[in-house]
């Protein structure tokens, strides 16, 4: 059993306590975080809310997440990512909403969905963007899932590792896939990943967003000659003393002069 093995039982262990059916909540459109990648304005940057993760441990535990939030907005971040697992990464969905509530940028739910509920879930707790992971959905859900997220208006992101998941994520089509330069199941990280999975498949046609293992100006610069439109950055922001440089840093692909 690895890591992941253990997380999607948890998840299949939380669903059990799912009602039925979540009854959706009226709310405003979700934010429209490809639009923003279209508008072609440089590197996206989404932030990370995150206490804890199975790798490190605790993070940054005794952070505010609308505190965290609110320097990330401030330093230019085009979206926030908030953590919603609780026994592996210690978040919850009132850290998301209370986030989605206060940012006038996307909020992604980073998370393991494997069913519909879940989703109704991001939605009603003000979700724009939500994460599939292709490497815990079989081909049938994967599109299940993605269908019904597209049908609320949601922003999807579609998370692969390898070269045989990349191809199963393009059977559907996603307008973003997320490249996480992290092996799920053994938590070893490699930034060359995206860069080889892009000089194979990179195209105009689909957003990518480099995942995981982005710590310097250096590391985003690969990112976006590579092919990136967006980076997903966690551990290196939750640990800095200065978020909105380290932002800043990261955006420009060069060390940050104050």
């Known amino acids: 059993m690895t890591i992941l093995d253990d997380i999607v039982e948890v998840k299949k262990q939380e669903l059990l306590d799912y009602p039925t059916e979540i009854k959706l909540i009226t709310r405003e459109k979700p934010l429209d975080f490809k639009g923003g990648l279209d508008a072609d304005n440089g590197i996206a940057l989404i932030s990370e809310v995150k206490r804890a993760s199975p790798s490190q441990g605790d993070i940054n535990n005794i952070m505010d997440p609308l505190e965290q939030a609110d320097a990330y907005v401030r330093g230019g971040a085009d979206a926030i990512s908030v953590l919603t697992d609780k026994q592996f ?31 109704d879930c991001a939605y009603n707790h003000g979700a724009d963007i939500v994460l599939l992971i292709v490497t815990i959905l079989d081909d049938g859900t994967l599109a299940d899932l993605y269908s019904y997220a597209s049908s609320l208006d949601l922003n999807i992101i579609v998370e692969v590792h390898d070269e045989e998941e990349l191809k199963r994520a393009l059977k559907i089509a996603p307008a973003i896939i997320g490249i996480n330069n992290r092996d799920l199941k053994t ?56 978020i909105e440089d380290k932002i800043q840093e990261l955006k420009a692909g060069k060390v940050h002069e104050s």
């Not at 909403?97 to 996307?106: G, H, I, Q, S």
């Not at 498949?201 to 100006?217: L, R």
Request: proline fraction near 1%; glycine fraction near 8%.
């Open 187 to 242: 938590f070893t990280v490699d930034i060359g990943n995206t860069e080889q999975l892009l000089a194979k498949y990179g195209t105009d046609d689909i957003h990518f967003i480099a995942e995981s293992g982005i710590h310097t100006a250096e590391d985003a610069q690969r990112m976006q000659l590579a092919g990136a439109s967006g980076m997903l950055v966690g551990e290196s922001l939750m640990r800095s003393d200065s």
């Open 89 to 119: 990464f210690k978040g919850s969905f009132d850290d998301m909403e209370r986030v989605a509530k206060t940012v006038d940028v996307p909020v992604l739910n980073k998370d393991f969905i494997i069913d519909r509920r879940q989703i």
